[in-house]
């Protein structure tokens, strides 16, 4: 959540920066009335108690006609400090309510605009000339199904739409993308993780999952849990309630896990193979990092999610995502999309998401430097997310003979395979 002194001071910025995502502007004023009720509320409540506790050591020293007077007094105080008791909770409540709706103030240098209004940083490879090379390429299915290493048919047959099988050599590529990509992070200081894909609400709404993007969430009734669309939940609630030493920073993780996503709102999109899916499994970087050092972590991210698709030979571009494009937690996005050939198109792989305090506020994650404690900042980055950098592997490194070349960075994972192999081959 932001910091409730910052709309207090500068309520416009917080206004320019709703209506830059899109969200709603009116909440803005509502909170700053709740705000201050709550703060009048609790100024009133006090009084109410001092004069209460005054009261109360005057009573045993009156008599007659006094003491009648201050009993009576007594009990109206005592129902004026319930009433203003009451009417505190409720304010807090109230602004608690409304401070969830507000989402991350976006970074000034981010475009404005929505979907289709980001701004391209760099492009990065070139991609293939098929037509120069003499045949026309399959898309992904296509060449899995012929590889033996994809199978929607069933996974539709056992789970519905938008599930899968990988099997045979679509495992074991799934295991040596995984693998290697945890082999990256490692070198680069990241301590590996396997999180839990259950959680509890406090932790799904500290990450900023239960507002927006809500729909998006599948969630157990019966047991109140979540499952998380990333590891980026598991990991940014790892130190909730927790202080830590300015001395650890910057702390950053590698989380594995399955991440589950509704895709509400996306039918008829993507529904051939297994670009967009309900389940899926993904390497994700995740870093807490002193406030003033966010900017430069955030870039960092971006340089190890370029190091990894630079290490995959995929043909890539990166962008500056639009603010109204922004998850609520993030202040600003950067995209890797890779080149689809048979979409004729650049597509989302990674993203990596500066999310400043706004997640460590809510969770309540803050960091002592020296006698100050305060909150600290998070940040995130996809570093595989896998069945689309199956997509893209298969189709950029297709062969005309219907094989795929197996990039350098994954060929120890695969027992130093360099092609894959259709199954009638």
Same mark, same amino acid.
């Given at each position: 959540?932001?910091?409730?002194?910052?709309?207090?001071?500068?309520?416009?910025?917080?206004?320019?920066?709703?209506?830059?995502?899109?969200?709603?502007?009116?909440?803005?004023?509502?909170?700053?009335?709740?705000?201050?009720?709550?703060?009048?509320?609790?100024?009133?409540?006090?009084?109410?108690?001092?004069?209460?506790?005054?009261?109360?050591?005057?009573?045993?020293?009156?008599?007659?006609?006094?003491?009648?007077?201050?009993?009576?007094?007594?009990?109206?105080?005592? #129902?004026?400090?319930?009433?203003?008791?009451?009417?505190?909770?409720?304010?807090?409540?109230?602004?608690?309510?409304?401070?969830?709706?507000?989402?991350?103030?976006?970074?000034?240098?981010?475009?404005?605009?929505?979907?289709?209004?980001?701004?391209?940083?760099?492009?990065?490879?070139?991609?293939?000339?098929?037509?120069?090379?003499?045949?026309? *390429? @399959?898309?992904?299915?296509?060449?899995?199904?012929?590889?033996?290493?994809?199978?929607?048919?069933?996974?539709?047959?056992?789970?519905?739409?938008?599930?899968?099988?990988?099997?045979?050599?679509?495992?074991?590529?799934?295991?040596?993308?995984?693998?290697?990509?945890?082999?990256?992070?490692?070198?680069?200081?990241?301590?590996?993780?396997?999180?839990?894909?259950?959680? @509890?609400?406090?932790?799904?709404?500290?990450?900023?999952?239960?507002?927006?993007?809500?729909?998006?969430?599948?969630?157990?009734?019966?047991?109140?849990?979540?499952?998380?669309?990333?590891?980026?939940?598991?990991?940014?609630?790892?130190?909730?309630?927790?202080?830590?030493?300015?001395?650890?920073?910057?702390?950053?993780?590698?989380?594995?896990?399955?991440?589950?996503?509704?895709?509400?709102?996306?039918?008829?999109?993507?529904?051939?193979?297994?670009?967009?899916?309900?389940?899926?499994?993904?390497?994700?970087?995740?870093?807490?990092? #002193? *406030?003033?050092?966010?900017?430069?972590?955030?870039?960092?991210?971006?340089?190890?999610?370029?190091?990894?698709?630079?290490?995959?030979?995929?043909?890539?571009?990166?962008?500056?995502?639009?603010?109204?494009?922004?998850?609520?937690?993030?202040?600003?996005?950067?995209?890797?999309?890779?080149?689809?050939?048979?979409?004729? @198109?650049?597509?989302?792989?990674?993203?990596?998401?500066?999310?400043?305090?706004?997640?460590?506020?809510?969770?309540?994650?803050?960091?002592?430097?020296?006698?100050?404690?305060? *909150?600290?900042?998070?940040?995130?980055?996809?570093?595989?997310?896998?069945?689309?950098?199956?997509?893209?592997?298969?189709?950029?490194?297709?062969?005309?003979?219907?094989?795929?070349?197996?990039?350098?960075?994954?060929?120890?994972?695969?027992?130093?395979?360099?092609?894959?192999?259709?199954?009638?081959?």
């Amino acid at each position: 959540m932001i910091d409730l002194r910052l709309l207090r001071e500068d309520p416009d910025r917080v206004r320019a920066s709703q209506r830059a995502r899109g969200e709603d502007v009116d909440v803005v004023d509502a909170l700053l009335s709740a705000d201050e009720r709550r703060r009048s509320s609790s100024v009133r409540f006090d009084e109410l108690r001092s004069e209460q506790k005054a009261l109360g050591k005057l009573i045993p020293k009156a008599a007659g006609d006094e003491k009648a007077e201050l009993l009576k007094r007594a009990g109206e105080l005592s #129902a004026a400090v319930k009433a203003a008791d009451a009417e505190q909770d409720e304010a807090a409540a109230e602004a608690q309510r409304l401070l969830l709706r507000i989402g991350n103030i976006v970074h000034p240098d981010v475009p404005r605009g929505g979907e289709d209004d980001f701004v391209v940083l760099g492009t990065v490879g070139t991609p293939r000339d098929f037509a120069a090379e003499g045949f026309e *390429p @399959k898309d992904h299915l296509e060449l899995g199904q012929s590889l033996g290493a994809i199978d929607v048919e069933r996974g539709a047959k056992v789970s519905g739409s938008r599930f899968y099988y990988l099997t045979g050599v679509g495992a074991l590529l799934e295991l040596a993308l995984v693998n290697a990509a945890i082999a990256q992070a490692t070198a680069a200081g990241f301590t590996p993780m396997l999180t839990p894909a259950l959680v @509890k609400p406090r932790a799904m709404e500290g990450t900023g999952f239960l507002g927006q993007a809500a729909q998006d969430v599948y969630h157990l009734e019966k047991d109140d849990f979540y499952l998380v669309g990333t590891s980026e939940v598991p990991l940014a609630a790892y130190h909730m309630d927790e202080i830590l030493d300015a001395s650890q920073l910057p702390l950053r993780y590698a989380g594995f896990s399955p991440c589950f996503r509704r895709e509400a709102g996306t039918y008829g999109k993507d529904t051939r193979g297994i670009f967009r899916v309900h389940q899926f499994d993904k390497v994700e970087m995740f870093s807490y990092v #002193a *406030p003033e050092d966010s900017e430069a972590e955030h870039a960092r991210l971006l340089e190890w999610e370029k190091q990894w698709l630079n290490s995959l030979e995929l043909p890539y571009q990166v962008i500056d995502v639009a603010t109204g494009d922004l998850g609520s937690s993030a202040s600003r996005k950067f995209d890797c999309e890779a080149w689809i050939p048979t979409q004729g @198109k650049y597509r989302e792989l990674t993203s990596t998401s500066n999310c400043d305090e706004f997640q460590s506020r809510r969770l309540s994650v803050r960091m002592r430097d020296g006698k100050t404690v305060k *909150p600290l900042a998070t940040l995130n980055g996809t570093l595989c997310a896998v069945p689309r950098t199956i997509v893209a592997l298969l189709e950029n490194h297709q062969q005309a003979d219907g094989t795929v070349r197996v990039p350098e960075v994954l060929r120890p994972y695969l027992g130093g395979r360099e092609i894959l192999e259709p199954l009638a081959r």
